[in-house]
């Protein structure tokens, strides 16, 4: 996935593309791997959604994105050692600030951050969902989720390529590169569509309450 764009003459599409394809392959093998150990916290976005629909208690949370953050900083030194330089870029991490704003970079991100938070929470985080879906149909779905939006991001406007999602990635990225400016988008985009999502998970659960009978009805 790094410097993808400029190997290909077709532009963002086909990197996107191959992007997309490869998060619905690689994440539910992940997913199923890591379940059984951390409940396949592998992502700091899902790790504070979970927190903030009160699923997950502080000092897990607090745990999981410490570790997080600490596999995306090996894996961008690992990263800089294979390409053996700073310069590269990955995408979803890289933003070119003379053709999109960092308010432009935070209303997508934040959206689609958004996007993925709901999607994974109805199809295999909300532990009513089990006997909808099961243990094995719940994280494919979580996979395809990624993979959509990564593919539609990924080409959605020229300097931007694609959403983060995973605010280690990105910063384990730079620590392999360098820290850009707008690395906050990362991290804020993510925390404020967790907050908001949590608040509509408890106010408005996704779910419907039984009906309770009415007393006139019954007696009339």
């Known amino acids: 996935m790094v410097a993808l764009r400029s190997t290909f003459a077709t532009g963002a599409l086909v990197p996107s593309l191959l992007g997309g394809l490869t998060a619905i392959l690689v994440l539910p093998l992940f997913i199923f791997a890591t379940g059984p150990v951390s409940g396949a916290h592998l992502n700091p976005t899902i790790t504070i959604a979970t927190f903030f629909g009160r699923l997950a208690t502080l000092p897990r949370c607090i745990l999981y994105i410490g570790f997080q953050t600490f596999g995306g900083a090996m894996a961008g030194l690992l990263l800089r050692a294979s390409f053996d330089t700073r310069f590269f870029i990955v995408p979803g991490c890289y933003i070119d600030t003379r053709k999109v704003s960092a308010g432009s970079a935070f209303a997508i991100e934040f959206t689609t951050d958004f996007a ?3 999607l994974s929470f109805g199809v295999g985080l909300d532990p009513r969902q089990r006997s909808v879906f099961g243990p094995a149909l719940g994280p494919i779905f979580v996979g395809i989720v990624l993979g959509m939006c ?29 820290f850009a ?4 988008i990362h ?4 925390l ?6 949590g608040m509509l998970y408890h106010f408005i659960p996704p779910y419907s309450r039984k009906r309770t009978p009415d007393v006139s009805t019954e007696t009339s």
């Not at 593919?151 to 300097?159: L, N, P």
């Not at 694609?162 to 730079?174: D, L, Q």
């Not at 404020?192 to 999502?197: P, Q």
């Open 192 to 197: 404020s569509a967790s907050i908001i999502h």
């Open 150 to 178: 990564t593919f539609v991001t990924g080409f959605s406007r020229i300097g931007y390529t694609g959403f983060s999602g995973n605010p280690a990635r990105c910063f384990g990225a730079m620590v392999g590169s360098h």
């Open 116 to 118: 993925l938070i709901f």
């Open 187 to 190: 991290w804020i985009a993510p």
């Open 181 to 184: 400016s707008y690395h906050w």
